[in-house]
């Protein structure tokens, strides 16, 4: 409605880095008549947290930050020393963690590289854990953004406020005769149907299991 998309004007903030994909995300939003798009041109991980306040939290963080990519300008020392890397995928996730308002949610996507590793990694992903429930993993498969990436991707939900005690996770496979996703036959929407159903009405089968906090911990928080 006219309502929804005035709200959207008013409440929705994104940023990017690069002035193509900013041009483009422009234009689209225009196209769907948001008229005023607010859409920064701007590296977000260029500014310390501590410079962010209440006013700056958000009560949803929907995002595919990038990955396997290296930051620039010494921007890692924007955040804590326990956190310096200079893998983005790992400081973004920082980043949304420090946003997010209490009972503030998310869903993000992010590459198995983030889910393992140790020293930063670890403090990384224990810092998500005890901030943050994240209930819900869903492994995707490892051709979801051909033809740009072939990385093993997941999707995270979590809600900031609470920690962690058990993680559902979800797998979802490639329909069924289809080897993989490609430029021409990519995923679908209405693919995640069953997940949909399913998350209603959590039980466990072979494409859904849980995982307790403790089993986690004692396995480094490798997720």
Not at 93 to 122: C, F, N, Q, W, Y
Not at 165 to 172: A, G
Request: net charge negative; with cysteine; aromatic share 10%.
């Amino acid at each position: 409605t006219v309502e929804d998309m005035k709200k959207l004007q008013e409440n929705v903030i994104g940023w990017e880095y690069k002035p193509l994909p900013y041009l483009l995300a422009t234009t689209n939003l225009i196209l769907h008549d948001v008229e005023v798009p607010n859409i920064r041109f701007d590296d977000s991980l260029s500014r310390p947290l501590t410079e962010y306040n209440d006013k700056d939290r958000v009560d949803v963080i929907l995002a595919n930050p990038p990955f396997g990519g290296v930051v620039a300008n010494n921007n890692e020392n924007n955040f804590p020393q326990t956190f310096r890397t200079k893998e983005s995928a790992d400081l973004f996730l920082i980043l949304m963690i420090h946003l997010l308002k209490d009972g503030g949610r998310a869903a993000i996507v992010l590459p198995d590289g983030s889910l393992t590793g140790d020293g930063v990694k670890e403090r990384v992903r224990k810092k998500l854990l005890e901030d943050c429930n994240l209930h819900t993993i869903v492994r995707l498969p490892n051709s979801v953004f051909q033809p740009y990436a072939s990385v093993a991707t997941n999707l995270l939900f979590f809600t900031k406020g609470e920690k962690t005690e058990n993680i559902w996770y979800y797998e979802h496979r490639l329909p069924e005769g289809q080897k993989a996703y490609s430029k021409t036959k990519p995923i679908r929407p209405e693919e995640f149907d069953a997940l949909k159903s399913w998350w209603i009405n959590r039980e466990e089968n072979d494409q859904a299991w849980q995982v307790d906090i403790e089993t986690i911990k004692t396995n480094g928080y490798d997720l």
